[in-house]
């Protein structure tokens, strides 16, 4: 049995926060980093097992918009912004397609479970 190393596309605007999640992120799988959503969804070479961790804030469009416009094969984690708890923008999300919702606030290592 071939094993496939997992790929996490990170979008996030702010080059620290891509940096930080990123680093936390490399410890299980392969980490590709948009800081651009438009240029993410452009990508037309998507591995097979892979999924997104976007973060809450991006540059021309709302994390609604980007899990709505996403590829629907690929799960979408939302980071949220850090302690904000905003349970009805966690619930757009969900409806919009996100797979789950994460606050920053919570301990980081979350991210790899």
Same mark, same amino acid.
């Given at each position: 049995?071939?094993? %496939?190393?997992? /790929?996490?596309? $990170?979008?996030?605007?702010? *080059?620290? &926060?891509?940096? =930080?999640?990123?680093?936390?992120?490399?410890?299980?799988?392969?980490?590709?980093?948009?800081?651009?959503?438009?240029?993410?969804?452009?990508?037309?070479?998507?591995?097979?097992?892979?999924? %997104?961790?976007? /973060?809450?804030? $991006?540059?021309?469009?709302? *994390?609604? &918009?980007?899990? =709505?416009?996403?590829?629907?094969?690929?799960?979408?984690?939302?980071?949220?912004?850090?302690?904000?708890?905003?349970?009805?923008?966690?619930?757009?999300?969900?409806?919009?397609?996100?797979?789950?919702?994460?606050?920053?606030?919570?301990?980081?290592?979350?991210?790899?479970?």
């Amino acid at each position: 049995m071939r094993h %496939v190393q997992p /790929t996490v596309y $990170l979008v996030a605007a702010d *080059a620290e &926060q891509r940096k =930080r999640v990123g680093a936390t992120l490399a410890t299980i799988a392969r980490v590709i980093a948009f800081g651009c959503p438009q240029s993410f969804l452009e990508c037309s070479d998507i591995a097979d097992y892979a999924c %997104v961790v976007v /973060t809450l804030t $991006l540059d021309g469009m709302t *994390a609604v &918009q980007f899990v =709505r416009a996403a590829p629907q094969t690929l799960p979408v984690v939302v980071l949220g912004g850090g302690g904000d708890g905003d349970i009805g923008l966690a619930l757009e999300l969900m409806r919009a397609g996100a797979a789950d919702y994460i606050d920053q606030a919570q301990d980081p290592r979350r991210l790899r479970a």
